[in-house]
């Protein structure tokens, strides 16, 4: 596969799958959103191409959870230099099959390759729990073996990259599954990580949700992380648990910010608005839903409707463009969807509100308030560029309204930081941000509660996921000395 983007960019441009015993199969069309048109195929994997790629996992494990740690750690350092030496073709590529401006498409390649050194770097040593005259108990951390890597489509290339780094350090090989709608740029990574991984220890398959599911079935898998809705996450799991295999499942988030009395509006409402919109609202950690007391909602909504009308919406590979398309028309339909449910039930649209009028998948970022009760757009994720802003009277109530929602990813509070930490354990949720939203760092958790997910991503918390503890319980003999003394 060459890395010209020019190449790349050809229409039905052919791609070759990466992986021992993986061949060509099956193209599929890959899609620019922004302009609504084919422009390049993916390869399709057949059942029995991958039952060969997850063989060639299967025999390459135990040699690679053999290769001392440090070792390990260098070829993941060797991964973090391939992949800086091709931000540009990765980053152009990324942006015509995902539609991100290109300078954040080259943000999450670079940030993709910096998780290598990061990952490298994480602790995984075995430690000393007893040390008696009688016996010695030590545990250490092991792989479970090949792991299935299913990665989305709104940072494909990042979101794979954290389970790659950490079940590679781990000892475990991988295999990567992406998004049929971003297939692209994982293919171009893994020929890259190809040229300084083992033969087997890393593997990407195109294919559809069909392969996917025959990926996580697969008895040589004996991990499976994924990154997802729900529903498919759901699927998963029952799909695993016939074999009883792990699983790390970072689902969906309808995460909520709530505006404390007495904090200035106008001021948050830039910050609230940016993390509503990172990524065109594709982002799981995205602010949702905004509920601000009755007394200045209108205000912030106005304030963050007038930032979503002076938004530069376009196509990612212009430099102006602030926002991109949709990553594809489903998930256009489904925001159009949601936003027209509300304004037939009353809702009030402050700004956009209405699929742009030219090729693509382009939906404006749209600012709604006064919904009904119950509304779609508050109780379900949305995942695109649409914030409704929610007034209320009691926080009690907000609080209420939040837990009982089966999301439970991240909550943030904004105001005074004394009267938010006091308030920071009412949420129900894996992360309580203060007066800010959707801050994840490589060196902190992330996961969810409920239905946002099983498990955690990200640190030594996120490498320890791909592992599982094995104890070596040594019973001692007494020396002679010993017994004479005893």
Partial sequence: MSSSVDQLATPHAEFTPVGPGSARYGPTPVENPALGKIFAEAPGCTPEQLDAVLDDA??????????????????????????????????????????????????????????????????????????????????????????????PSNYPVLLAVCKIAPALLAGNTVVLKPSPDTPLSSLMMGRILGGVLPAGTFAVVDGDVELGARLTVHPAVRLVSFTGSVAAGRAIARQASADLKRVV????????????????????????????????????????????????????????AEQARTAIVGDGLDPATEYGPLVSRAQLERVEGLVDDAVAAGADVLAGGRP?????????????????????????????????????????????????????????????????????????CGTVWINTHGALRHDVPFGGHRHSG????????????????????????????????S
């Avoid at 001392?68 to 973090?80: A, F, G, I, V, Y």
């Avoid at 089966?406 to 308030?423: F, I, N, Q, T, V």
């Avoid at 490498?463 to 003999?477: C, G, M, P, S, W």
């Fill in 58 to 151: 299967a025999r390459a494990f135990p040699g690679w959870a053999a290769t001392p740690l440090e070792e390990r750690r260098e070829r993941l350092h060797s991964c973090h230099r391939a992949l800086l030496g091709a931000v540009d073709p990765m980053a152009e590529l990324l942006t015509r099959e995902q539609g991100k401006p290109l300078r954040h498409a080259r943000s999450e390649v670079r940030l993709a390759a910096d998780w290598f050194a990061r990952t490298a770097e994480l602790g995984i040593e075995a430690e000393r729990l007893v040390d008696e005259t009688a016996a010695r108990v030590d545990l250490e951390r092991v792989p479970h073996g090949v792991v299935a890597a299913i990665a």
């Fill in 249 to 304: 499942l970072e689902l969906g988030g309808n995460d909520p910010a709530v505006v404390l009395p007495g904090t200035d509006v106008l001021s948050a409402a830039p910050d609230l608005f940016t993390a509503a919109m990172t990524n065109s609202g594709q982002f799981c950690a995205a602010v949702k839903r905004v509920y601000a007391p009755r007394a200045t909602y209108r205000r912030l909504a106005e304030a963050m």
């Fill in 454 to 485: 099983i498990g955690v991503e990200y640190g030594a918390w996120g490498l320890n996921e791909y592992t599982q503890l094995k104890v070596h319980h040594i019973a001692l003999r007494l020396r002679q000395a010993d017994r004479e003394t």
């Fill in 356 to 428: 742009l009028e030219r090729p693509g998948h382009f939906y404006p970022p749209t600012v709604v308030t006064d919904l009904p009760p119950g509304s779609r757009l508050e109780e379900e994720e949305q995942f695109g560029p649409v914030v409704p802003v929610i007034p209320y009277d009691d926080l009690d109530q907000v609080f209420a309204r939040i837990n009982a929602s089966p999301y439970a990813l991240g909550c943030s509070l904004w105001g005074d930081e004394d009267r938010a930490r006091e308030l920071a354990g009412r949420p129900r």
